[in-house]
C-alpha cells in the first residue's frame, strides 16, 4: 500500500514538473518569438530606405538642369536625335580624327612623374625617316600587335599610326586659360584619336588619385552651399562633370577579361563612381550644357574655318557636319541658348576674379603633365584644352566679339572642343541607356535582405520550436 502511494507520489511530482517545465517552455518559446519578431520587424524597417538612392524616385532626372536654360528631358532628347549622331560622324573625318600633342612632358609639381612608371603605359619611338616629312618629326608608334619594345599589354599605350594627309597650318594664338603647348614643335606629335580611345588602361592606385586631389583641393575646392560665388561654383560644376565624363568611359569600355582581350561595359564601376551620385550626373549635364553653348556661340568662326587635310571629299563632309551641328533647326528651337554667360563676371571684382579663376584653370592644365599613364594623358589634355577653349569662347573681354577683337582659335582648340562635346555627349547617352537597367537592378536588390531574412527566420523559427516541442513531449 505505501509502495503504490509512493508510486502516486511520484507520478503526481512528475506530472507537474512536467506541467511546470510546459509553463516555462511556452514562457522561453513566447521570449524566443518576442525577440525574433523585435528582430525581424527592425531588420526590415532598417532596410526599406536602402534601395539605391538616385532610384528612389523612378531615377529620372526632370526640370531645368541647374544654371542652364535647358531642362534635362529636352538634353536628352536632342542629343539623342541629333547632336550624337552629327558628332559621332564629325570626329571620325580626318580634321578632328588627329590631335597635335606633346605626350613626353615634364611634371612642373612632381618631378618623379614626368614620364609614365606604367609598362603599360610606354610607347617605343621608332626612327624619323619612317614617317611623313611633313608632319614636322613627330614620332611613329608600333603597331597594334607588335608589343617588343613596351614589353606588356597595350590598353595605355598609344597608338601613334598615321596615315599621308597633311593639315593646313593654322594661327597659333595664346589661351589664357590653358597651358600651351603648340610652340613646341620639336616635342609635339600627331595622334590619331579613333585608334586611342578613351577606354580602361589599368592606371589606378595613389598617382592617379594624386591628379584628382590636386585637381580638387588646391584648383577647384568644393565650397559649401551658399559660400561661393557663382563663377566658382562653375568652375567647380565643370570639373565634376568632365570627371564624371570620363570615369563613364573607363566603364563603358572596361578590360573584362585580360586573359581573352575581352573588352565591355563594367555596369558595377559606372555605378560605383558616377551614378549613384546625382550631383555628379548634374555635373555631367552642366558641363555638356557649357560646352554646347560655347560651340554654337563661335559657329560664325567654325563655319569659316578651313578643314583642309588634303582630302577634298572627307574635308567637305567635315564641313557640312559642322553647319548642320551649327544650325540645326531642332536644337534652335528645343535649346537656343544652353548656358548664359552674361550673367557672370559682374561687378567691380569681375576681372580680378577672372584672373584668379583662369590661374587656378591654368594649374589643372599643367596637372595634365604629370598623369602617369600616356593614353589618360592624352585624353586628359585634349579634354581639359576643349575645356578651357569653351572658357575662351564664352568669356572674351567683354563677352562679344567686336570687330577689333575677333575671335581666333587654333586647330588644336577646334580639334579639342569639338572632341570634348563629343565625349561629353556619347557620356549622356550612356547615362540615359544604364538608368533604367540599373533602376530595376537595384530594386531586385533592395528587395533580397528582407527575402533572404524571412527565409533564414522561417527556418530558425521551425527548427527552434520543433526542437522545444520535441523535448516537452517526452
Same mark, same amino acid.
Given at each position: 500500500?505505501?509502495?503504490e502511494?509512493?508510486?502516486?507520489?511520484?507520478?503526481?511530482t512528475?506530472?507537474?514538473?512536467?506541467?511546470?517545465?510546459?509553463?516555462?517552455?511556452?514562457?522561453?518559446?513566447?521570449?524566443?518569438?518576442?525577440?525574433?519578431?523585435?528582430?525581424?520587424?527592425?531588420?526590415?524597417?532598417?532596410?526599406?530606405?536602402?534601395?539605391?538612392?538616385?532610384?528612389?524616385?523612378?531615377?529620372?532626372?526632370?526640370?531645368?538642369?541647374?544654371?542652364?536654360?535647358?531642362?534635362?528631358?529636352?538634353?536628352?532628347?536632342?542629343?539623342?536625335?541629333?547632336?550624337?549622331?552629327?558628332?559621332?560622324?564629325?570626329?571620325?573625318?580626318?580634321?578632328?580624327?588627329?590631335?597635335?600633342?606633346?605626350?613626353?612632358?615634364?611634371?612642373?609639381?612632381?618631378?618623379?612623374?614626368?614620364?609614365?612608371?606604367?609598362?603599360?603605359?610606354?610607347?617605343?619611338?621608332?626612327?624619323?625617316?619612317?614617317?611623313?616629312?611633313?608632319?614636322?618629326r613627330?614620332?611613329?608608334?608600333?603597331? =597594334?600587335?607588335?608589343?617588343? /619594345? !613596351? $614589353?606588356? *599589354?597595350?590598353?595605355?599605350?598609344?597608338?601613334?599610326? @598615321?596615315? #599621308?594627309?597633311?593639315?593646313?597650318?593654322?594661327?597659333?594664338?595664346?589661351?589664357?586659360?590653358?597651358?600651351?603647348?603648340?610652340?613646341?614643335?620639336?616635342?609635339?606629335?600627331?595622334?590619331?584619336?579613333?585608334?586611342?580611345?578613351?577606354?580602361?588602361?589599368?592606371?589606378?592606385?595613389?598617382?592617379?588619385?594624386?591628379?584628382?586631389?590636386?585637381?580638387?583641393?588646391?584648383?577647384?575646392?568644393?565650397? =559649401?552651399?551658399?559660400?561661393? /560665388? !557663382? $563663377?566658382k *561654383?562653375?568652375l567647380?560644376?565643370?570639373?565634376s562633370? @568632365?570627371? #564624371?565624363?570620363?570615369?563613364?568611359?573607363?566603364?563603358?569600355?572596361?578590360?573584362?577579361?585580360?586573359t581573352k582581350?575581352?573588352?565591355?561595359?563594367?555596369?558595377?564601376?559606372?555605378?560605383?563612381?558616377?551614378?549613384?551620385?546625382?550631383?555628379?550626373?548634374?555635373?555631367?549635364?552642366?558641363?555638356?550644357?557649357?560646352?554646347?553653348?560655347?560651340?554654337?556661340?563661335a559657329?560664325?568662326?567654325?563655319?569659316?574655318?578651313?578643314?583642309?587635310?588634303?582630302?577634298?571629299?572627307?574635308?567637305?563632309?567635315?564641313?557640312?557636319?559642322?553647319?548642320q551641328?551649327?544650325?540645326?533647326?531642332?536644337?534652335?528651337?528645343?535649346?537656343?541658348?544652353?548656358?548664359?554667360?552674361?550673367?557672370?563676371?559682374?561687378?567691380?571684382?569681375g576681372?580680378?576674379?577672372?584672373?584668379?579663376?583662369?590661374?587656378?584653370?591654368?594649374?589643372?592644365?599643367?596637372?595634365?603633365?604629370?598623369?602617369g599613364?600616356?593614353?589618360?594623358?592624352?585624353?586628359g589634355?585634349?579634354?581639359?584644352?576643349?575645356?578651357?577653349?569653351?572658357?575662351?569662347?564664352?568669356?572674351?573681354?567683354?563677352?562679344?566679339?567686336?570687330?577689333?577683337?575677333?575671335?581666333?582659335?587654333?586647330?588644336?582648340?577646334?580639334?579639342?572642343?569639338?572632341?570634348?562635346?563629343?565625349?561629353?555627349?556619347?557620356?549622356?547617352?550612356?547615362?540615359?541607356?544604364?538608368?533604367?537597367?540599373?533602376e530595376?537592378?537595384?530594386?531586385?536588390?533592395?528587395?533580397?535582405?528582407?527575402?533572404?531574412?524571412?527565409?533564414?527566420?522561417?527556418?530558425?523559427?521551425?527548427a527552434?520550436?520543433?526542437?522545444?516541442?520535441?523535448?516537452?513531449?517526452?
Amino acid at each position: 500500500m505505501v509502495e503504490e502511494t509512493e508510486v502516486n507520489e511520484l507520478k503526481k511530482t512528475e506530472n507537474e514538473k512536467r506541467r511546470s517545465g510546459w509553463k516555462l517552455g511556452r514562457s522561453a518559446i513566447g521570449a524566443i518569438l518576442v525577440l525574433m519578431i523585435a528582430f525581424g520587424v527592425t531588420f526590415l524597417y532598417t532596410q526599406k530606405g536602402k534601395s539605391c538612392p538616385c532610384f528612389q524616385d523612378s531615377r529620372k532626372y526632370t526640370g531645368i538642369v541647374e544654371d542652364c536654360c535647358c531642362d534635362y528631358e529636352t538634353v536628352d532628347t536632342i542629343n539623342g536625335a541629333v547632336l550624337h549622331p552629327l558628332l559621332q560622324g564629325l570626329v571620325t573625318t580626318p580634321f578632328f580624327r588627329y590631335f597635335k600633342v606633346k605626350l613626353w612632358c615634364d611634371c612642373p609639381f612632381w618631378p618623379d612623374d614626368g614620364m609614365c612608371k606604367l609598362r603599360d603605359c610606354s610607347v617605343c619611338e621608332c626612327p624619323e625617316n619612317e614617317f611623313p616629312e611633313s608632319f614636322r618629326r613627330p614620332p611613329l608608334g608600333l603597331a =597594334a600587335d607588335d608589343l617588343k /619594345c !613596351q $614589353e606588356g *599589354k597595350p590598353e595605355a599605350a598609344v597608338d601613334r599610326t @598615321l596615315d #599621308s594627309k597633311v593639315f593646313r597650318g593654322w594661327i597659333e594664338v595664346d589661351n589664357p586659360w590653358t597651358v600651351d603647348d603648340e610652340t613646341d614643335n620639336g616635342e609635339m606629335t600627331y595622334v590619331n584619336l579613333l585608334l586611342n580611345p578613351e577606354r580602361y588602361t589599368g592606371y589606378t592606385g595613389p598617382s592617379a588619385r594624386r591628379i584628382w586631389d590636386a585637381i580638387y583641393s588646391e584648383n577647384c575646392p568644393k565650397y =559649401a552651399s551658399g559660400e561661393i /560665388c !557663382q $563663377e566658382k *561654383k562653375v568652375l567647380y560644376k565643370l570639373i565634376s562633370g @568632365l570627371h #564624371s565624363s570620363i570615369s563613364i568611359h573607363i566603364a563603358a569600355d572596361y578590360l573584362l577579361d585580360e586573359t581573352k582581350n575581352q573588352w565591355g561595359k563594367n555596369p558595377d564601376l559606372m555605378y560605383d563612381r558616377v551614378l549613384q551620385y546625382p550631383e555628379r550626373v548634374r555635373n555631367l549635364y552642366f558641363t555638356f550644357l557649357f560646352v554646347l553653348r560655347a560651340v554654337t556661340k563661335a559657329k560664325d568662326y567654325l563655319e569659316q574655318a578651313e578643314y583642309d587635310t588634303g582630302n577634298p571629299e572627307e574635308d567637305l563632309k567635315a564641313q557640312s557636319l559642322i553647319r548642320q551641328l551649327l544650325y540645326n533647326p531642332k536644337l534652335q528651337a528645343a535649346c537656343p541658348v544652353p548656358f548664359d554667360e552674361a550673367k557672370l563676371w559682374k561687378g567691380q571684382s569681375g576681372p580680378e576674379l577672372k584672373q584668379q579663376i583662369q590661374k587656378q584653370f591654368r594649374n589643372i592644365s599643367a596637372l595634365m603633365d604629370c598623369v602617369g599613364c600616356e593614353k589618360c594623358r592624352l585624353w586628359g589634355k585634349l579634354q581639359v584644352l576643349g575645356l578651357g577653349t569653351a572658357l575662351k569662347i564664352l568669356f572674351s573681354v567683354d563677352g562679344e566679339y567686336r570687330h577689333d577683337q575677333h575671335l581666333q582659335l587654333q586647330r588644336n582648340e577646334v580639334i579639342a572642343l569639338v572632341n570634348l562635346l563629343n565625349r561629353l555627349s556619347e557620356s549622356i547617352k550612356l547615362v540615359q541607356e544604364m538608368s533604367p537597367t540599373f533602376e530595376k537592378t537595384m530594386k531586385g536588390l533592395s528587395l533580397q535582405p528582407a527575402a533572404k531574412f524571412i527565409s533564414s527566420w522561417n527556418r530558425l523559427l521551425k527548427a527552434v520550436l520543433g526542437d522545444r516541442l520535441r523535448k516537452l513531449t517526452l
